[in-house]
């Protein structure tokens, strides 16, 4: 079964600093992985995305993400946080044509 | 990506009534899904909505419950049923125009029994 652990509930980070939210996951095959984030009383906006190919991941605003097979990592970095930034991180596991599976979310708070 | 617009965006409703939730994407896409997001919680996928044929429903989930409708490429509805105060949660549609893309959401819709 597909599994998705996002260790850290709640982060908080002095807006301008750096951001690392981790996620690990468990699948069976080559797996398609995803950040998306949810705003409060929003839907989920997709960060970025992995399939295939390059292992660091670009995506929407300075967001970036690295898929380290041998760790079964997908850990999303930021370089310098802004304020509107702050948000909940929902790590995904899914594959070709198949259901999602999230993990528990990562509360990001931003102290100016 | 494609746009789904939801409905109701919230809603508080009597506990024993049901509620129904609409997905309408301005795109054809091949499958649909709808998900819970009880407070505080992650998501949780309830059931993939088919096309023209009964949805395909999650351990723990069932059809007498949330009844899921999907007469075509562009449109789905869920109806939560009976609903208790446990049935409080936000309800999200969601949408894949092919295997190999990624899911987009609906704004959710915020459901209080009270």
């Known amino acids: 079964a597909q599994s998705v652990t996002q260790p850290d509930i709640h982060i908080t980070v002095s807006e301008g600093a750096s951001l690392e939210l981790r996620c690990n996951y468990s699948?069976?095959?080559?797996?398609?992985l995803f950040w998306y984030v949810q705003s409060p009383g929003q839907g989920l906006q997709l960060l970025l995305k992995y399939f295939s190919g390059d292992t660091l991941v670009q995506g929407i605003k300075g967001f970036e993400a690295e898929f380290k097979r041998s760790q079964s990592s997908f850990n999303l970095r930021k370089p310098s946080v802004h304020w509107s930034d702050a948000a909940e991180y929902f790590c995904a596991v899914g594959g070709g044509g198949n259901k999602l599976t999230f993990g528990t979310g990562t509360q990001l708070k931003v102290e100016l | 990506s494609a746009v789904i617009s939801q409905k109701p965006s919230r809603d508080i409703c009597q506990r024993g009534t049901s509620l129904t939730i609409q997905c309408q994407v301005d795109?054809?896409?091949?499958?649909m899904f709808w998900y819970r997001q009880q407070p505080g919680q992650s998501l949780t996928l309830i059931a993939t909505?088919?096309?023209?044929?009964?949805?395909?429903?999650e351990s723990g989930f069932v059809i007498d419950k949330f009844p899921i409708s999907r007469p075509n490429l562009t449109f789905s509805t869920l109806t939560v049923s009976n609903m208790s105060p446990e049935d409080s949660s936000i309800y999200l549609c969601?949408?894949?125009?092919?295997?190999?893309?990624?899911?987009?959401f609906g704004q959710g819709t915020r459901l209080t029994v009270v």
């Open positions: 969601s949408g894949k125009i092919g295997g190999d893309t990624e899911a987009f």
């Open positions: 909505a088919n096309q023209g044929s009964e949805a395909t429903y």
């Open positions: 795109s054809q896409v091949t499958m």
């Open positions: 699948y069976g095959a080559t797996p398609y």
